[in-house]
């Protein structure tokens, strides 16, 4: 039996559920993965904090390794443009330095929205397995090892 869009489904597209979607889970998963980072690396250490050691490149919460990873390209893009602004500002928080990142999480699962509502509707079920499976993948993959190790046995 064929679904036939109703009147709420064609008013939804994807290129307006994928970036609300996908932009509230970066900035909810990467909001905590910084303020996460932030509470460890504000631990005195050595007559600072461990931000004056190199600590500060390997601490990477997993809430926030997960919205990283989720949108690299977003978060890649956002990179580049922040270096200007470091360089204007270097001791602006690291928070803040990655807000641009947002709007480029927007942008691009715009646009992959606008790709998915040229080949699917809304009430198509492979594009939402799709994404669902990219998203348990990546959730998985950044989980805490203790979590996996018993969910997912490596030996």
């Known amino acids: ?4 869009p109703t009147q709420m489904t ?14 509230v889970t970066a900035a909810v998963f990467g909001g905590i993965g910084l303020w996460q980072r932030s509470v460890i690396l504000s631990r005195p250490f050595l007559g600072g904090t461990f931000w004056n050691s190199t600590a500060r490149f390997h601490v990477w919460p997993w809430p926030y390794k997960f919205a990283a990873v989720s949108n690299l390209p977003a978060l890649v893009s956002a990179s580049i443009l922040a270096i200007p602004i470091h360089a204007m500002k270097p001791v602006l928080p690291e928070a803040l330095q990655l807000a641009p990142s947002l709007s480029l999480v927007w942008i691009l699962w715009y646009w992959v929205g606008v790709r998915s509502d040229r080949r699917w509707l809304i009430v198509d079920k492979v594009p939402w397995i799709a994404l669902l499976v990219f998203n348990l993948v990546s959730l998985v993959e950044h989980l805490p090892r203790s979590v996996t190790r018993v969910t997912f046995p490596m030996d």
């Open 10 to 23: 064609r008013g939804l597209r994807f290129q307006i559920v994928l970036p609300i979607a996908e932009s």
């Open 1 to 4: 039996m064929i679904e036939m």
